[in-house]
Structures are given as C-alpha cells and as structure tokens.
C-alpha cells in the first residue's frame, strides 16, 4: 500500500495522497485536483484496497454539483460467480461488468492503467459536462 501511495504523491494534480485513513483503513486513498476537470465536478479520488492474496479493487469516482452526474468505475481482481477474476465495473455508475485481460501482474503496477485512464477520463468529462 505504501509503495501505491509513494507513486502518486509526486504526481502535480494529486491533492493528497492518505494511507488507511481512520474512516477507510483498508485502503489508499488519492485526491486529485478538481481544478483539472469541468467545474461541476467538485471531487475527484481512487482508492486502491489490496488484500494479502494478490487479489484488489481500485475505485476512480467523481463527484459532481448533480448528483446525478457521478461518474465511478472500479477495476477488480477476487474469485466471483459472474465472469473472470480480473474484470472492470464500467462508469459511469459501476453496475455492468465486463471481463479483462490487461491487468498487471501485481496490484501495485495498476497505478500506470489508472494514470492512462485518468489523463483520457479528464478530456472526455469536458465532454460530459454542459449536458443540460
């Protein structure tokens, strides 16, 4: 967990980078900039949880002035009866499942996908926002 928190806290847009925080203590918690995003969208954070055995979850979520407008996904890797280990809950509300195969070896190389998505997730939330 340390060594997830170490790769995002040189990161510019990462407002603070937190290590099994009191009210989340099984996780890494990183807040990014909102500053980088359309501004309906008020707070921007991934956490990572990894268990002892290898398996994760990493949640990417954006909270906007409309609730309505959250926009969450989640990569996972843990035995479960619907698909693959390895699969993504696809935004923007996380319930539909697809399986994957690009997943890292280990959970703490997940930080290069995630920073991958959030660099695309920032052009396309400009997309997304102005909707009404």
Not at 56 to 77: G, L, M, N, P, Q
Not at 86 to 104: I, Q
């Amino acid at each position: 967990m340390r060594d997830i928190a170490d790769e995002w806290r040189d990161i510019n847009w990462v407002t603070g980078v937190s290590v099994r925080p009191q009210e989340k203590p099984n996780k890494v918690v990183i807040n990014l900039d909102a500053d980088y995003y359309p501004r309906e969208v008020r707070r921007v954070s991934v956490e990572f949880e990894v268990l002892a055995n290898g398996n994760f979850f990493v949640t990417y979520r954006e909270r906007w002035e409309r609730k309505a407008d959250d926009y969450r996904c989640r990569w996972d890797r843990h035995p479960n009866d619907h698909n693959d280990d390895d699969h993504f809950h696809e935004p923007p509300e996380c319930e539909t499942t697809v399986d994957r195969d690009d997943f890292p070896k280990y959970p703490f190389q997940m930080t290069e996908l995630m920073l991958r998505f959030v660099e695309q997730r920032r052009g396309t939330a400009f997309e997304d926002s102005n909707l009404d």
